[in-house]
Nanobody
Framework: EVQLVESGGGLVQAGGSLRLSCAASGFTFDDYTIGWFRQAPGKEREGVSCIHISGGTTAYADSVKGRFTISSDKAKNTVYLQMNSLKPEDTALYYC??????????????????WGQGTQVTVSS
């Protein structure tokens, strides 16, 4: 059974940092792309970043470039999202998701087939 479990969210002041984790199980980690998405109340789900595990290819939304860094630990089947210089507009529920096998990075949510339950990030001003 495919499972994606996010953790690491919380409340932080503007300018602070958080590291989100996405622990994956139930599939061969190396063959897949994992993406991070976020959804704020009243807004559509937005692609934040993605990584193709074996190839190392990454992508970022313009709104987070230079502030967020995605990485993976193959030994732990875990993808991380390091978020620095956080802004109040980064406040959202953050999800990780998996694309079907062998597909590369994309920031379009409809291209992902399995999703975690999300972790809340709140940035105070």
């Amino acid at each position: 059974e495919v499972q994606l479990v996010e953790s690491g969210g919380g409340l932080v002041q503007a300018g602070g940092s958080l590291r989100l984790s996405c622990a994956a199980s139930g599939f061969t980690f190396d063959d897949y792309t994992i993406g991070w998405f976020r959804q704020a109340p009243g807004k559509e789900r937005e692609g934040v970043s993605c990584i193709h595990i074996s190839g190392g290819t990454t992508a970022y939304a313009d709104s987070v470039k230079g502030r967020f860094t995605i990485s993976s630990d193959k030994a732990k089947n875990t993808v991380y999202l390091q978020m620095n210089s956080l802004k109040p507009e980064d406040t959202a529920l953050y999800y990780c998701a998996k694309r079907p096998k062998y597909y590369g990075c994309s920031l379009y949510a409809f291209r992902y087939d399995y999703w975690g339950q999300g972790t809340q990030v709140t940035v105070s001003s």
